[in-house]
């Protein structure tokens, strides 16, 4: 596949201050999501998800300049997500999630760092390492410029120079983490964007806040950088953006509206892990619970809590055959 075809099918371009997703295939929003099709070998899954279903609320309605008025796409169901067979489940070819820590990094970033890698180990269930910090060298003039007095790395060279030629087979996503400013080529400056073909991504911290600043601006930058690091990660797994739900995987085209997002994803993306990654539903959601209380952010917590004591109630536990 050419480059350029891969840039299509890109995930997160910034349109200056929103996020846009390309994705290889986008499915229709699907409101019945269990379709007679899907066989009774998905009976465990499809009770799993109706346990929290009451917990997730619909697509609240489409404000001024959101990502949805913009691109008004179709949203996908975990049924048409297993039949499109994108991605076979994680456990099969790959065994990890690789997070590369890229340039200049303080202490108090890095901090950062180490507590989103905790966070997406609990979120997608499978190990993610956090590799030794790399250097990012130098960098060619066709891979930087300045812009309103602050440079900007261009995103397909971290992509495509750095990361694709180090990725570890093993690793179904391999995400650097920058400090600077991030450009794509064309547009403005992005937070961040991945190449779901490549499995590699890259994004920045440089947007979220300042994390020395306070205690309370610390959690602020936490919040954001788990968020857009579920989101992206979840690109690369083939969720394409969540339409019908509340949910991290719903697009945003600016800071207010991914601020008003939730943290988790909604019971169809979360099904989708567990499908992909062979995560357990209920052990998920109490180390997600647990790392929000261990870490100060209360409001993150109650969903995980309210998901914890609903899937405890199934009976069996959660632990989904395959
Ligand atoms: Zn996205
Ligand atoms: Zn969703």
Redesign the pocket.
């Known amino acids: 596949m050419s480059r350029g075809r891969i840039i299509l099918s890109v995930?997160?371009i910034l349109l200056g201050i929103g996020?846009r997703?390309w994705l290889l295939r986008e499915q229709p929003v699907n409101d019945e999501p269990f379709p007679m099709t899907l066989g009774p070998e998905y009976d465990p899954i499809v009770a799993t998800i109706a346990a929290i279903k009451p917990l997730h609320e619909k697509k609240h309605p489409i404000q001024p300049g959101d990502w949805l008025e913009h691109f008004p796409e179709g949203g996908q169901s975990y049924a048409h997500y297993v039949h499109a067979k994108q991605h076979h489940p994680l456990h099969l070819d790959f065994s990890k999630i690789d997070v590369q820590p890229l340039g200049e990094f303080d202490e108090t970033q890095l901090q950062l760092v180490h507590r989103t890698v905790e966070f997406m180990g609990h979120f997608f269930g499978v190990p993610v390492q956090e590799l030794d910090p790399l250097e990012m060298g130098e960098i060619p003039e066709s891979a930087q410029r300045m812009r309103k007095g602050e440079r900007q790395i261009l995103t397909t060279w971290i992509l495509f120079d750095i990361l694709k030629p180090r990725r570890d087979p093993k690793a179904i996503a391999t995400i650097a983490l920058v400090t600077g400013d991030l450009w794509p080529g064309d547009l403005n400056w992005v937070f961040g964007q991945a190449s779901l073909t490549d499995r590699v991504g890259v994004w920045s911290l440089h947007r979220n806040g300042d994390p020395r600043a306070s205690q309370a601006e610390f959690r602020l930058c936490l919040r954001r950088t788990l968020k857009t690091a579920v989101?992206e990660t979840g690109?690369m797994l083939g969720i394409p953006?969540c339409a019908a739900w509340e949910c991290c995987m719903n697009?945003s085209r600016n800071r207010e509206e991914s601020d008003r997002q939730p943290l988790e994803f909604c019971h169809e993306c979360q099904a989708k892990i567990w499908w992909t990654c062979n995560a357990d539903p209920l052990q998920r959601a109490q180390s997600l619970f647990d790392f929000c209380q261990k870490w100060g952010l209360d409001k993150e917590a109650e969903p995980f809590r309210k998901e914890r004591d609903a899937l405890s109630l199934l009976p069996g536990g959660s632990k989904l055959a395959r």
């Open positions: 995930v997160v996020v997703a989101h690109h953006h697009g």
